[in-house]
């Protein structure tokens, strides 16, 4: 599913969407208060923490939906657009913008909201922010080492930690609703207010509290699309109820040879020994990666057959399992090892005179598909490699 | 002349929910979070592009842009998603009765102290959302909804830094 773009809309559908995006971004910082520098800045002094609130609120909220979405395999994870980390840059860039929100009153996205209900200090801001980047274009020559040091890619927050994806969004969400009593008491404090709240919003706020924290736990606790797909290959296993259907490797090499249109050759092996040898025509798609969303439409599809090979028995068993519960496709497996279907076709020896016709007869068909094979390969290499696919990455940041 | 008064805010956790939608919304659409600086840099490369092109063809950032924007620097996204932000602001003053020139500044600031803040704190926000890759929206919100190490990093780095000067600039805003 998601990402909807570039998958199932084009990038200039893209861009029209943004607009949306943006108008009901707009809409809800102006109504959250965010075009107001007062209300943006009384965060740091004490006396309106609306900013806190709603930060933290979206953060745990947009965090917890995006993990409930991939949890369901309805969102590629691996797909979406990570922020990449470099550390001191980071660092450094996060305390001058944190001086600037002190200075100026506002954040690039909150001037933009201020700006179109006619403050002028928004604008003025915004000036000073295009001159700001103004000056970072003209200085990033030299300070380019600086910009680009500890690269550590799109690294995770819990992969940093060293904790479960889940328990880090626990944790979060924990120190997301410590807050926001805190800071409630802070601030009536600051402005010298009763601390009361009626029964009727202290229930609210208690079950809004939960919500979060249950679904979270729930997400915990229930498989994911991966592990589903698992148990039931574990359950299939155990009622015995698998059948496979089996293709031989003279049956495979004269479909190759033939029929190269109506089938996939799918080698499960790594791709170290993908490189080593592999049947012609074959494409590498390795066992852990067979859920990857490129592959998807592979085993969505059911015009042509899935033919999976590998050196180990369980291994091409295991493949044509899971195809079987990521789609419809029609799957099959060779009978013969990789290595068999190689001494088969590509070590051959010429059986003596006395051998039977039948010999003789395998030992020509095997020679000449076994050629024919390499042929086909060779003259379909420059229409389209099918051998990889690349990884989309989507464009993100705000670089 | 009658003045018509303006609406409250909204509650800030529901507004804090709608918010954390628009963005599962983004993410599920496009694959990426929101964002604002990196509008700006368009407008920032856009204008000397424009004003001086020989400058823009020589300066290393400028053709770094570039060459990520094959159809133009301010064909970007989040040039398209920054004027739905102005739409959707206007439209949202509007319904609340908050459209008004107005210059806003603390009860003890002078208005030539606020036009200089304004446009120092908007320079070093600038400056800092390029060494930091983002912005609030992009890179701090963003970054926290995707789990992203650098994200959250800035993040603090961004509140953190807020509130230890605060202290210092408080004549900016503070009775």
Not at chain 1, 89 to 112: E, H, K, R
Request: charged share 20%.
């Amino acid at each position: 599913m998601g990402p909807l773009v570039p998958f199932v809309f084009s990038n200039e559908f893209g861009l029209l969407m943004a607009v949306f995006i943006g108008i009901a971004f707009g809409f809800i910082l102006e109504q959250a208060g965010f075009s107001s520098t007062k209300k943006l800045v009384g965060l740091f002094y004490g006396n309106d923490f609306t900013v806190l609130r709603v930060f933290f609120t979206a953060g745990v909220t947009a965090m917890t939906g995006v993990m409930l979405l991939g949890h369901y395999g309805l969102l590629d994870l691996d797909v979406i657009y990570i922020n990449p980390t470099f550390v001191r840059s980071a660092l450094v860039g996060g305390v001058i913008m944190g001086a600037g929100f002190i200075i100026g009153g506002f954040c690039p996205g909150t001037s933009v909201c201020a700006a179109a209900i006619g403050k002028l200090d928004a604008m003025l801001f915004i000036l000073g922010s295009v001159l700001g980047i103004f000056a970072f274009l003209e200085v990033y020559p030299a300070i380019k080492e600086f910009y680009m040091a500890d690269a550590m890619g799109p690294v995770k927050i819990y992969e940093q930690l060293g904790m479960h994806k889940e328990v880090w969004a626990l944790l979060l969400t924990l120190i997301a609703l410590f807050a926001f009593v805190v800071t409630w008491y802070i601030e009536k404090n600051v402005n010298n207010e009763p601390a009361v709240i009626s029964p009727t919003w202290k229930r609210r706020y208690a079950l809004a509290m939960a919500l979060p924290v249950v679904v979270i736990l729930l997400l915990m606790m229930l498989p994911n699309k991966q592990e589903i797909i698992q148990n039931r290959i574990a359950e299939a296993k155990r009622q015995q109820k698998c059948v496979f259907h089996e293709i031989d490797a003279d049956n495979l090499a004269y479909q190759i040879v033939n029929h190269y249109y109506d089938i996939n050759v799918i080698d499960v092996r790594s791709p170290e020994e993908y490189e080593k040898f592999h049947i012609p025509m074959a494409i590498n798609i390795p066992f852990e990666n067979l859920m990857d969303r490129q592959w998807e439409d592979i085993f969505k599809q059911t015009i042509k057959k899935n033919i999976f090979y590998a050196d180990s028995d369980t291994l091409v068993r295991m493949s044509c399992l899971k195809a079987r519960f990521i789609g419809e496709s029609e799957n099959l497996i060779l009978k013969e090892s990789a290595t068999a279907f190689r001494d088969l076709y590509y070590s051959l020896e010429m059986p003596e005179p006395e051998d039977s016709k039948q010999a003789h007869e395998l030992y020509f068909f095997r020679a000449n598909h076994a050629e024919k094979m390499l042929d086909l390969k060779k003259a379909l290499e420059n229409i389209g490699k099918p051998v990889k696919k690349e990884v989309i990455v989507v464009q993100g940041g705000c670089s | 002349m009658e003045h018509i008064k303006e609406r409250p805010y909204m509650n800030p956790y529901l507004a804090g929910f709608f918010l954390g939608l628009i963005l599962i919304a983004t993410i599920f659409i496009s694959g990426r979070g929101l964002g604002a600086s990196g509008a700006f840099k368009s407008i920032a490369v856009a204008t000397v592009a424009k004003t001086a092109p020989a400058h823009a063809e020589t300066g290393m950032a400028y053709t770094e842009y570039v060459e990520t924007h094959p159809g133009g620097v301010l064909r970007d996204w989040l040039v398209f998603e920054v004027l739905g932000v102005l739409i959707g602001a206007f439209f949202s003053g509007v319904l609340s009765n908050r459209v008004a020139l107005k210059l806003e500044k603390g009860p003890r600031a002078t208005n030539a102290l606020r036009i200089g803040g304004a446009i120092l704190g908007g320079a070093l926000f600038g400056f800092g959302s390029q060494l930091g890759r983002g912005c609030t929206s992009g890179s701090a919100l963003s970054g926290m909804a995707v789990m992203s190490f650098g994200g959250i990093i800035t993040m603090l780095a961004i509140f953190g830094g807020g509130y230890a000067l605060a202290y210092f600039f408080r004549r900016l805003w503070l009775k």
